[in-house]
């Protein structure tokens, strides 16, 4: 079968896993606005005002849509590695109909979006409608790590969420990678303190962008959620901890991506030298780095990330979900100024005691990790190969593990137990860190989730399920899993063909998940008609919610394996 899953293929990447993969995975169209296409010869302008001069967003089908709004000034050039300046306004009236660029990273030109930029500030925002009302806020940065993604993903796409749920969607570009996290403070001094961090400072700009300007959207600005998945659900960690954010938002959902440790200040320092190195700069000389090309930076960036290695290690430098913090990569440093401390290390973060959260994982995480690596043999492994890859990964401590699962999970075969425990090291155990802390706090509540809702479809070269692996869950949370009855005619993906899963299974289980998060969004308290009351997390119950087509209250789930890793990594 010639498709995203042909063995013969290239190498898999996220973008392609998400983007054009999501149909067969979901089981059902991933066509985020099916609805504004087939209206798109209804479709007229809307214009509001800003604090910075008019805009023209389209309208359509229930949905006003505006893109590529710019929220901050250039960064490029003396802006370099230094907070954005502020927007300047404009006259007469801008048009808001095309996303802007994206951030400069890895692989060129992303499908369906302009060239990558060093002046990536801009956002998107899908509304209901313009008309003064005070709807709630849900404020997206997208994963990818910290080193690929945009605001403008199609699967992604805000349009279904806000249209279903009345609710007003923003998503932001903002600096990446080498761009967005070089730690240039031993060097640069003052001027360039907050390097490490500028990418969170962009998000933040437009946080702020959005609490001035979002009320003549139809959104609330008192009324702000946060939320991301994977990287973005580390920059949403980031965000719950850093003062500065704090008036912006007023509750956040951390999607498998818990933002636990980040970058020590010496380990970002040290990546800065390791980035002259590779420039043939001298350490007296580094302004020099002002005038390198954007491009030949983002080829360091894939070098240094190379170099880096190891099994839990991302493409391109990504910080690793496990809380790899060693010298190399790029993201968010503990710089003493943007972020004082660690998000949720040794403790949740008192700057944010009172915002509600919710935090989760997928159940089978690690699928998506061997699928990008094509690294078949972990799909057929012994129980030989299964103590000789843990041991590697995770020492000694492995064999305790082993044993705990399969007490727990007395049927699982080596490769199920593979993925159950590198899914719990990388992503999952972090998650209940998090919510662990948070509770301890005794502040607002927080909300314990597990994707369970699973693709039936074969991972290629192999007899085993994708099931709900990293990333599957984000077309269910926008709502974008459509049956193919509502989507046009002509422009069904052409991944349609490999659909296995129960069409009808997907759509509610989408329908139950973005109901969730929206009346989060209203509410403070996740909740979806016809599905379980959802309980706050404690240390007697630990109540989590199986989000599918039918989801269910479990208390303490995998009790047997929590034990284990909190005596482990206490």
């Known amino acids: 079968m010639n498709s995203l899953f042909d063995s ?33 010869t209804k479709q007229d302008f809307a214009e509001v ?30 802006g370099r590695f230094k907070a954005a300046p502020p927007l300047q306004p404009w006259t007469g009236v801008r048009d808001a109909l095309e996303l802007g660029a994206p951030s400069m990273q890895p692989g060129g030109q992303r499908r369906n979006e302009p060239p990558s930029d ?75 303190a907050t390097s490490g961090n500028q990418g969170m400072l962009d998000i933040l700009d437009g946080l702020k962008w959005v609490h001035q300007n979002i009320a003549a959207f ?45 970058y020590p200040r010496d380990a970002a320092a040290e990546t800065a030298l390791m980035t002259l190195k590779k420039l043939g700069i001298e350490k007296e000389d580094w302004r020099k780095l002002l005038d390198v090309p954007a491009n030949k930076l983002v080829d360091v960036q894939v070098e240094l990330g190379k170099d880096l290695g190891g099994p839990l290690t991302m493409t391109g430098g990504r910080l690793g979900m496990g809380g790899n913090r060693k010298p190399g990569g790029f993201g968010p440093v503990v710089d003493g100024k943007v972020l004082p401390y660690n998000p949720f290390d040794p403790v949740a973060p008192a700057v944010s005691k009172q915002k509600p959260l ?27 190969g299964l103590a000789e890859r843990l041991q590697k990964q995770l020492g000694d401590s492995s064999h305790e593990l082993i044993e705990a699962y399969r007490k727990s999970r007395p049927d699982a075969s080596p490769t199920d137990l593979y993925i159950a ?113 959802w309980p706050a997390y404690d240390a007697t119950k630990r109540a989590t919610m199986e989000i599918d087509a039918t989801c269910k209250v479990v208390d303490d789930p995998y009790m047997l394996e929590r034990a284990v890793w909190e005596k482990l990594q206490p």
Request: glycine share 14%.
């Open 118 to 192: 060093e002046n990536c500030l801009f956002l998107n925002i899908w509304t209901p409608a313009v008309d003064g009302r005070k709807r709630p806020v849900m404020f997206y940065s997208h994963g990818g790590g910290f080193v690929v993604g945009s605001g403008g993903s199609g699967y992604q796409d805000g349009g279904n969420l806000a249209r279903t749920w009345d609710v007003v969607v923003v998503a932001t570009n903002h600096r990446l990678g080498l761009l967005g996290y070089l730690f240039l403070g031993d060097l640069g001094g003052e001027e360039y």
């Open 421 to 533: 425990i590198t899914t719990a090291n990388m992503i999952g155990f972090g998650a209940i860190t998090i919510a662990e802390r948070k509770y301890a706090q005794h502040g607002a509540p927080v909300y314990m989730y597990i994707f369970t809702h699973e693709s039936d479809m074969i991972v290629p070269g192999t007899q085993h399920k994708v099931g709900a692996a990293h990333a599957l869950e984000i077309a269910y949370k926008f709502n974008n899993v459509q049956p193919p009855s509502k989507v046009p005619a002509g422009s069904q993906p052409p991944t349609m063909s490999m659909m296995s899963h129960s069409e009808a299974g997907s759509v509610q289980a989408a329908h139950n998940m973005s109901e969730m998060w929206s009346t989060f969004a209203r509410t403070g308290h996740p909740a979806a008609k016809g599905q379980p009351y």
């Open 218 to 262: 139809g959104g609330d600005p008192n009324n702000v959620m946060i939320f991301g998945e994977s990287g973005g659900g580390v920059k949403t960690s980031c965000l719950y901890a850093m003062p500065g954010a704090e008036p912006y938002f007023n509750k956040a959902s951390i999607e498998s991506g818990p933002g636990i440790r980040v």
């Open 49 to 78: 005002t800003t604090a910075y001069g008019r805009l023209r967003g389209m309208k359509g089908d229930g949905l006003v849509t505006f893109k590529g709004i710019p929220y901050a000034g250039p960064v490029s050039g003396t």
């Open 358 to 384: 919710i935090v989760g994982s997928n159940r089978d995480e690690m699928i998506f990790f061997l699928m990008e690596r094509h690294d078949t043999d972990a799909f057929n492994l012994t129980e030989a």
């Open 8 to 40: 013969s293929a290239r190498k898999l990447t996220r973008r392609d896993f998400v983007a054009r993969g999501s149909a067969a995975l979901a089981g059902a169209a991933v066509l985020p606005h099916a609805k504004a296409q087939e209206a798109s």
